[in-house]
T-cell receptor
Framework: DAKTTQPNSMESNEEEPVHLPCNHSTISGTDYIHWYRQLPSQGPEYVIHGLTSNVNNRMASLAIAEDRKSSTLILHRATLRDAAVYYCILKGISNFGNEKLTFGTGTRLTIIP | DAGVTQSPTHLIKTRGQHVTLRCSPISGHKSVSWYQQVLGQGPQFIFQYYEKEERGRGNFPDRFSARQFPNYSSELNVNALLLGDSALYLC???????????FGEGSRLTVL
């Protein structure tokens, strides 16, 4: 499985934007970039995913570099409820036999009130 | 709509015992995956089942087994428990059209 590299931890002030980086230099052409987050004492939660173009949803935005070797998850206005471990994961095409997610250690995001 | 439900939420076993963990997927989801999360680490893939067939297996010993039932619920069984099996066991179901996985809150197993 292609590997991702994320900072171990980040801090951000409440109500400020947060940019969480992820490097994935060995990404293949068919790998999607997925982001999940895990709040304390909960299972991981899907945040967003993309292939080549930048993506937006109600939770976040995903900015993907032109060469796809890196991406950035953007939380536009962090709240205390966004404090979690954020995982950047590469995943192949879903074809009923490939639902496996390979989690790293993620980035622990702390929000400062 | 109910999310992924897992039972039990917490349990304590002793070394050598076996354990069965249960998972009910979101209605309409036919794929179920199991993950093990040791404290301080990210979840590690154990199994994936789709339409009652095993579709993926992670790097876990044969003491770990699973199955999926006709109603798409699933069981994870672990035999001959070791202290190192203490972890949070997560179940996820997926809508294979979107590739998004929905996780339950997990079963926390402590092996003494």
């Amino acid at each position: 499985d292609a590997k991702t590299t994320q900072p171990n931890s980040m801090e951000s002030n409440e109500e400020e934007p947060v940019h969480l980086p992820c490097n994935h230099s060995t990404i293949s052409g068919t790998d999607y970039i997925h982001w999940y987050r895990q709040l304390p004492s909960q299972g991981p939660e899907y945040v967003i995913h993309g292939l080549t173009s930048n993506v937006n949803n109600r939770m976040a935005s995903l900015a993907i570099a032109e060469d796809r070797k890196s991406s950035t998850l953007i939380l536009h206005r962090a709240t205390l409820r966004d404090a979690a471990v954020y995982y950047c994961i590469l995943k192949g095409i879903s074809n009923f036999g490939n639902e496996k997610l390979t989690f790293g250690t993620g980035t622990r995001l702390t929000i400062i009130p | 709509d109910a999310g992924v439900t897992q039972s039990p939420t917490h349990l304590i076993k002793t070394r050598g015992q076996h354990v069965t963990l249960r998972c009910s997927p979101i209605s309409g989801h036919k794929s179920v995956s199991w993950y093990q999360q040791v404290l301080g680490q990210g979840p590690q893939f154990i199994f994936q089942y789709y339409e009652k067939e095993e579709r993926g297996r992670g790097n876990f010993p044969d003491r770990f087994s699973a199955r999926q039932f006709p109603n798409y619920s699933s069981e994870l069984n672990v035999n001959a428990l070791l202290l190192g099996d203490s972890a949070l066991y997560l179940c996820a179901s997926s809508d294979t059209n979107t590739g998004e996985l929905f996780f339950g809150e997990g079963s926390r197993l402590t092996v003494l």
